[in-house]
């Protein structure tokens, strides 16, 4: 099974945990969950903006060593991820179409949220491009 939920849903602001074990996109329905990424290495693919509100969000934890990608899908990101090993630098992404874990590590994670007009991303990685 690709996505399977998991736990309770007593709301909408991130108490919604599915797994992902393949590749998916996101769906304007999927607002407000929380994304499990593991068994292999998934690409997340983000919803047209045209197709989304304001206030959409998704947080995405990875829950293996794999190399996840998060996919634009024609649309920018812009945000800040730290970068939490020794050697590594915080990095910028400034109208990136996307972004790939490199060296990824269980508990990297992502939050995303659009403005109706961009993407933006925050989140904690071992390392990433």
């Given at each position: 099974?690709?996505?399977?939920?998991?736990?309770?849903?007593?709301?909408?602001?991130?108490?919604?945990?599915?797994?992902?074990?393949?590749?998916?996109?996101?769906?304007?329905?999927?607002?407000?969950?929380?994304?499990?990424?593991?068994?292999?290495?998934?690409?997340?693919?983000?919803?047209a903006l045209s197709d989304v509100e304001?206030?959409?969000?998704?947080?995405?934890?990875?829950?293996?060593?794999?190399?996840?990608?998060?996919?634009?899908?024609?649309?920018?990101?812009?945000?800040t991820i730290v970068q939490v090993t020794?050697?590594?630098?915080?990095?910028?992404?400034?109208?990136?179409?996307?972004?790939?874990?490199?060296?990824?590590?269980?508990?990297?994670?992502?939050?995303?949220?659009?403005?109706?007009?961009?993407?933006?991303?925050?989140g904690f990685t071992n390392a990433g491009?």
């Open positions: 099974m690709a996505k399977a939920k998991m736990g309770a849903s007593a709301g909408w602001n991130g108490n919604y945990v599915e797994s992902a074990t393949a590749s998916f996109s996101l769906v304007p329905g999927d607002s407000g969950k929380v994304f499990i990424l593991k068994d292999a290495a998934v690409t997340v693919t983000l919803p304001a206030g959409f969000k998704v947080k995405l934890i990875s829950g293996d060593d794999s190399e996840h990608v998060i996919a634009g899908a024609n649309s920018l990101l812009y945000g020794a050697s590594a630098a915080n990095e910028r992404i400034a109208a990136a179409s996307g972004y790939t874990l490199g060296a990824g590590v269980i508990g990297d994670m992502f939050d995303l949220i659009s403005d109706g007009t961009n993407w933006y991303i925050s491009a």
